[in-house]
């Protein structure tokens, strides 16, 4: 289950920050966008499958917030300082 929370966030943290690019610099992104949440909605959907199955407790889902929590923001950091030293 803990795979599945945070397959999810590269696809997301990776379109939102071409999203925005593509905004401040007036530029198509080349249907990257696009693609790049389409992947973050089937990682989404994986684990509403699992969650049907498993039934969580609210621990479980606890853990779950921390650890997609940690990740997002570990990976968004290191996606704009990466952008940034390139």
Do not use: D
Not at 49 to 75: C, D, H, S
């Amino acid at each position: 289950m803990m795979l599945e929370t945070v397959a999810a966030v590269p696809g997301m943290v990776g379109g939102m920050l071409l999203h925005c690019k593509s905004l401040r610099s007036f530029e198509h992104s080349g249907g990257w966008i696009k693609a790049l949440l389409e992947e973050a909605e089937n990682e989404r959907m994986h684990l509403m499958t699992f969650m049907e199955v498993a039934k969580p407790r609210w621990y479980e889902r606890a853990l779950v917030m921390t650890v997609q929590g940690v990740f997002f923001n570990a990976y968004f950091l290191g996606e704009v300082l990466w952008k940034t030293l390139i």
